[in-house]
């Protein structure tokens, strides 16, 4: 379909008619209902599901407590986070830099990294998955936890270690890679 803008200028572009079939979302990160989700010391809230977004991405709420954070890792999505309490050591291909509460950090896809959170207070962020998937890893190697803020269990060295396999085995299906340095 060709149209004219305001502007007089002709384009091409059309939007596909509104998908009636999908439905406003709005979540709280302190609802019961969401799932609030223990892994490695943090817990992670899914306030989006790739369900909610038709695949595009996921949006998650994440309490890093000190001493926090995964372990250097890689995926084939693009990652932001959106640092909004606390700050975070973050390593991107193996540069360390600090990210404080009203700052942005932004993953391409493939790039090892990591982030810890080397402070003695806890850190808030939002995680952006762009597509999701992300959020369906989480659900399946962690653990359910009662809120936002509730610690996940720890673990003796046993159950780490049947942990690390369980991460390792499910990676490849939902596109990532544990690596040994980030």
């Given amino acids: 379909m060709n149209s ?15 998908d009636l079939s999908r439905s406003l979302v709005v979540t709280r990160s302190n609802d019961q ?6 892994l490695v010391g943090d817990t ?3 306030l989006l599901s790739g369900k909610d977004t038709a695949g595009q991405f996921c949006l998650i ?10 372990p250097p890792h890689r995926h084939d999505f693009e990652e932001s986070f959106i640092i909004l309490e606390g700050e975070l050591e973050a390593t991107f291909r193996g540069q360390k830099s600090v990210v404080k509460a009203g700052e942005t950090a932004h993953i391409p896809a493939n790039a090892p990294h ?3 959170n080397t402070s003695d207070q806890p ?15 989480f659900a399946e ?3 359910p936890v009662a809120t936002r ?20 085995a499910l990676a490849p299906k939902y596109r990532t890679e544990l690596l040994r340095h980030a």
């Fill in 44 to 46: 992670y809230t899914v």
């Fill in 61 to 70: 709420d994440m309490h890093i407590p000190p001493g926090g954070g995964p």
């Fill in 141 to 143: 190697v962690g653990v």
């Fill in 4 to 18: 004219t803008s305001d502007t007089g200028i002709q384009s091409d572009f059309s939007l596909p008619p509104d």
């Fill in 114 to 116: 990591q982030f810890h």
């Fill in 149 to 168: 803020t509730t610690a996940p269990p720890k673990l003796d060295p046993a159950a780490q270690a049947a942990f690390i396999a369980k991460v390792e």
């Fill in 33 to 38: 209902g969401l799932p609030h989700i223990g």
């Fill in 123 to 137: 850190v808030r962020l939002l995680c952006i998955c762009s597509p999701a998937g992300q959020e369906e890893l």
